[in-house]
Nanobody, 120 residues
Framework: QVQLVESGGGLVHTGGSVRLSCVVS????????MGWFRQAPGMERELVSH???????YYADSVKGRFTISRDHAKNTVYLQMNNLKPEDTAVYYC??????????????WGQGTQVTVSS
């Protein structure tokens, strides 16, 4: 079974930076598309960024140029570096995984989430 554990959230001031980590166990991330999602209070969960098994990346327009997704195969870990944070980035951030051979667009594996709060 695939397990994902996020860490790195916390309270940061506007303009600050945070790096989230997602440690994956049970499978190697090389064979998975890894995504970072977020959900703010009263809002739907949204895709922030993903990285494919081939290393291609995607960013939502709202975070483009400020967030960077990366991975360390040796540590089986995916990161989300978040710079120039804004109050609207406040949310619970979730790591998710989907097999690169999956015919579905859904992510079946999720972490428990980590809170990021950006104060103005």
């Amino acid at each position: 079974q695939v397990q994902l554990v996020e860490s790195g959230g916390g309270l940061v001031h506007t303009g600050g930076s945070v790096r989230l980590s997602c440690v994956v166990s049970g499978r190697t991330i090389s064979n998975y598309r890894m995504g970072w999602f977020r959900q703010a209070p009263g809002m739907e969960r949204e895709l922030v960024s993903h990285i494919t098994s081939g290393g291609m990346t995607y960013y939502a327009d709202s975070v483009k140029g400020r967030f960077t997704i990366s991975r360390d195969h040796a540590k089986n870990t995916v990161y989300l570096q978040m710079n120039n944070l804004k109050p609207e980035d406040t949310a619970v951030y979730y790591c998710a995984a989907r097999s690169s051979t999956s015919g579905s667009t859904l992510y079946p594996y999720w972490g428990q989430g980590t809170q990021v709060t950006v104060s103005s």
